[in-house]
């Protein structure tokens, strides 16, 4: 583990320049040389509801119990999660970092400094042309894979909640259940195994659990007439379509082998997950992104160094899974930062996570409902500023007080070889498309054959 130094630059870049006046800025810098043992939320602003002085740096010494992020767009919830991203990236952290939009993914790349582009792994769906391969039903231990399943049902659930049925459940579970068992088995396999007879009787073949082979083999293959077997399989293919039926993530998912090891990202790696919705769709960027967060849960689950997940927009991905996050995950060392715009985004059950359970809140400007909310949460009195009044870059931090803050930018350096970094992460985690292709079409002509051919051990590349 390499010597961890605080960087403290983030203070030097704010001139002291606020809606507010300009702060004395010589107690802020004699305070610059505090511990790393919490993540610096922002400078205070002169308060007299608060009884607080200018320029006082805020540190989140509590980060392992989560943070909670909330603002409407445009007032500086982005910039704040770059500027203590960068933070952690100058200090030698762990991190993975949720960009629903692809602006933040950018603006951190810039400030990789030269030590720690090695650890940096780009995921990006959007670059079509070198795929990293990510297959969450790779390498899953025996024990883990009930889990494991669950979770990926919890993601597809997350996004499809209004037409989720039983019928819909069981076909999912049973199927990613039997993918598991499958050596080389991907989300690919699934659309076949609901489709392709021969395919899933080679899949039977390596299924050791008895109720999941005893769905497959008696309920769905024997007892269901082949229109029937058509019917029920619709929804399921419509779910799964989603992720097939689009081939940038098709040769993301339909890698067998996962050249995104979640060992490689706990022991000190810098994820960037760039998700933007421009070129995805909203739909499409939740799905892949709820999936790989199920993975790093189930990573997080064996974790013992400190690990620092960010993710904007939060209630796009996998409202189930950071629900149990929330409730469990601080024990392993894993921090979360967690960002959307108003309650309303978030499912009865993350709401009551969020304003119940985190350690600390940073509420930007918010709509008025959510101000006489939050204003209970932070034991605001009817005489204190409004939550809807704050200005742009600016907050009210509860972290075992309350804090007007202002959220400066960082100084951090900037570097010209953004373009390096992602070519270095291509090389090390992706593959040519083309080669990607060939091998997916190769597993769908075998199909053809199976009948022919006795059940091998590499169903999928060859």
Known sequence: MRNRTCYTGSRGSFDGR??????????????????CLGMELGLTISNPFLKQEDGTPIVNERRFTHTHVIGKSGVGKSTALERWAIDDI??????????????????????????RRRDVIVFDPADRRFPIGFNPLHNIARERMPFVASSLV??????????????????????????????????????FLLTAPAYRRQVLAHVRDPLIRDFWASDFERHMPAREQRERSLSTLNKIGALIADPSLRNIIGQPK???????IFAGKILIVSLAQGELGIRKASLIGS???????LGALSNTRPFHLYIDECHQ?????????????????????????YLDQLSPALRSALLGTVGTTVAFRVG????EILAREFGLNREHPALEQLAPHTALSRNGGTHHLVMPQTDAPSYPKVSAIRAQSRHRYARPAADVETRLAAFMNRLDDAPKRRPTKKLVWR
Do not use: C
């Open 258 to 264: 996962s050249s995104l090891r979640l060992a490689d």
């Open 18 to 35: 606020t809606p507010y006046g300009i702060l004395p800025y010589g107690k802020a810098m004699g305070a610059a040389m505090r511990s």
């Open 291 to 297: 999936l790989l967060l199920s993975q790093i849960h």
């Open 368 to 371: 008025t409902s959510d101000a």
């Open 90 to 115: 100058l200090n030698g952290e762990a991190i993975a970092f949720f960009d629903p939009h692809g602006h933040s993914a950018a603006e951190i790349l810039k400030h990789v400094p030269p030590e």
């Open 154 to 191: 919890d993601s597809f659930r997350s996004l499809w909640a209004a037409s989720w049925g039983p019928q819909l459940e069981q076909f999912l579970y049973n199927g990613i259940a039997a993918l598991l068992e499958v050596p080389d088995g991907t989300l690919v396999g699934l659309k």
């Open 317 to 341: 991905f996998g409202a189930e899974t950071l629900v149990e996050m929330l409730s469990g995950i601080r024990k392993f060392n894993v921090s979360l930062v967690l960002a959307h715009q």
